[in-house]
């Protein structure tokens, strides 16, 4: 049995977990600052770094009387180096660093995208191989995985990733920052009434480009502004979101179709989006050898218990990291 404890602060959310053998979390504190970003229309990482470092120390306290232990009882401490924001990816860095030679314990470095995908594990285990549709605010990512901590980008966005396409979009509809999940709500109450085209439809591989969409929906707002008239916010929301889905299934079939694997993950912040994961719930019927393993919806987001469960597998390969250990903001696979 091996339980750790977990230290997450790439963006904006400051949390510690703590996480039994990869996949029981028996604790997940979490402090989200995204108040403190809305009127700025994104992160803006002075601010980030600030509340990081009001709120390390609370959110390790309440993951520890949580999860009722003390660190007596823990076998390592793992922590997101990177990808993400400096300022904000030191704050947890030294918070676990210090937490590791306090307590003696072993310091496990974790990919933050790693993380995403390891959450699948509060759904059911991975079964290898396995793809991982990673999609967030920063990453929009096909990753092959042969076996445990093993990751190959099959396909990758050009320009924008799918989460910030829809924070783009929603800053154009007035909706508050970050505005997936007030997009996700509008359109499943709209019609699809506009046909936005999918970028690089014919080309073959497995990459995203999501820009041009983007740049479609602003047209067709400016259009009908300039026409006086005016687009249902539902039906717009819905047009999108159509096209994004369509674009991220139309690649994942593909993929699934060059390598057949055991599991499909669904992982990160746009995981957490009903029509994505209907729509792949519908797209596996075609692949009965691969069973869906999204995320659950409370672990999409950004967390430490995630980063709890990608620990694990690095703690089982002796992935272990010094006390000199730097953060790596551009980190990938
Ligand atoms: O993984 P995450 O919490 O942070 C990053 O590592 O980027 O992802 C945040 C992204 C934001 O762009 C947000 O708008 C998007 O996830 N998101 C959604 C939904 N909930 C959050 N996008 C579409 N539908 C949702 N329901
Ligand atoms: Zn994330």
């Known amino acids: 049995m091996t339980t750790l404890i977990a230290f997450e602060s790439s963006a904006d959310e400051t949390s510690v977990a703590v996480v039994k ?22 992160i803006v990482p002075e601010v980030a770094s600030r509340h990081h470092l009001e709120w390390i120390t609370k959110t390790l306290d309440i993951a520890l009387a949580d999860a009722n232990v003390t660190p007596g009882d823990l076998d390592g401490v793992a922590v997101t ?18 937490f590791a030679m306090a307590h ?40 092959l995985m042969e076996k445990e901590n093993s990751f190959q980008i099959l396909g990758e966005t050009y320009d924008d990733a799918a989460g910030e396409s829809y924070d783009k979009v929603g800053r154009l509809m007035k909706l508050n920052y970050p505005a997936g999940k007030a997009i996700d709500e509008l359109a499943q109450k709209g019609q699809v009434t506009i046909n936005f085209p999918q970028a690089m439809a014919h080309e073959a591989g497995y990459d995203f480009s999501f820009s041009g969409l983007k740049s479609a929906v602003i047209n067709q707002v400016h259009n009908a502004e300039q026409r006086g008239e005016e687009i249902d916010q539902a039906d717009l929301a819905a047009s999108f979101q159509a096209a994004v ?21 669904l992982a990160g ?56 250990l730097n953060t790596h903001p551009g980190l990938d696979f």
């Open 81 to 98: 180096y990177g990808p993400g924001l400096v300022g904000s990816l030191l704050v947890g860095l030294m918070g676990a660093k210090t």
């Open 269 to 324: 912040g746009v995981a957490a989006n009903s029509g994505l994961r209907l729509a792949l719930t519908d797209l596996i019927e075609e692949f009965p050898e691969t069973t869906f393993i999204p995320v659950p919806k409370q672990y999409t987001g950004d967390n430490a218990a995630m980063i709890g469960a990608a620990g694990y597998f690095n703690y089982k390969d002796k992935v272990f990291a010094g006390l000199d």
């Open 245 to 265: 889905i369509k674009a991220l299934v139309d690649r994942t079939r593909r993929a699934l179709t060059d390598f057949p694997v055991k599991s499909l993950v």
């Open 21 to 42: 053998d990869g996949k029981k979390v028996l604790s997940n504190a979490v402090a989200t600052q995204i108040n403190s970003h809305q009127r700025f229309g994104g």
């Open 104 to 143: 003696d314990l072993p310091l496990i470095p974790v990919n933050h995208l790693a993380g995403h995908i390891a959450a699948a594990n509060f759904n059911r285990p991975i079964e290898y191989p396995a793809l991982a549709l990673m999609v967030s605010g920063g990453h929009t990512e096909l990753v």
